[in-house]
């Protein structure tokens, strides 16, 4: 608690150091707010013909050569 007692900031950086603990609270409900709203499905319903599957490669054959 010596800490927080003793050393504390000059009063003329209150309101910087009030302003800047509301702004980072805004910040984290901004965030919280969008990642909330993020999430939405969709109805259910028909929304046409699934894509084809993207083709991928043979798989590569890591064994060394033999000479």
Known sequence: MALISTHRQPHEFTWWLLLYVALAVGTQ????????????????GYYGTPAAPIATSPPFDWAPRSA
Do not use: A, M
């Not at 409900?29 to 259910?44: A, E, F, K, N, Q």
């Open 29 to 44: 409900l901004v965030g919280w707010s969008v990642h909330r709203h993020r999430h939405r499905t969709l109805p259910p």
